[in-house]
């Protein structure tokens, strides 16, 4: 138990400082509403209304989120990978070129489908 005591004196130490940021700006903070703090946030644009039933919902940014993440995580796996080239040797080599092979299939795909199309 006293190899962990750190890491949880760390931690309440962490959310002390998170409650009390919270608390501390409720209470010092300008209390001044008006009718635009109080609508949904839309990046500056006046929201629609929508259908009853939902209705279609654009999610072209969300994917190309996904596909940004997908990406980069190619680079997290590339980085290590350099660093680390002489001692992998050719399987090292071999490993990595089977990988940027599958990540360029995704990538060929996705071009082909429209999704790098921003319209």
Do not use: H
Request: aromatic share 16%; glycine share 10%.
């Amino acid at each position: 138990m006293n190899a962990y005591a750190p890491i949880l004196v760390l931690g309440a130490i962490a959310a002390a400082f998170a409650v009390g940021s919270v608390t501390m700006a409720s209470l010092t903070g300008p209390k001044r509403y008006n009718r635009a703090k109080l609508e949904a946030y839309e990046c500056g644009i006046e929201p629609t209304p929508q259908p009853v039933g939902g209705g279609r919902f654009p999610i072209k940014y969300y994917l190309t989120a996904m596909l940004f993440i997908v990406f980069d995580i190619e680079i997290v796996f590339l980085y290590p990978w350099a660093v680390s080239f002489d001692a992998l040797g050719i399987f090292g080599l071999v490993e990595m070129l089977l990988f940027i092979a599958t990540v360029f299939v995704a990538y060929a795909y996705v071009w082909r489908r429209g999704g790098l199309e921003w319209d």
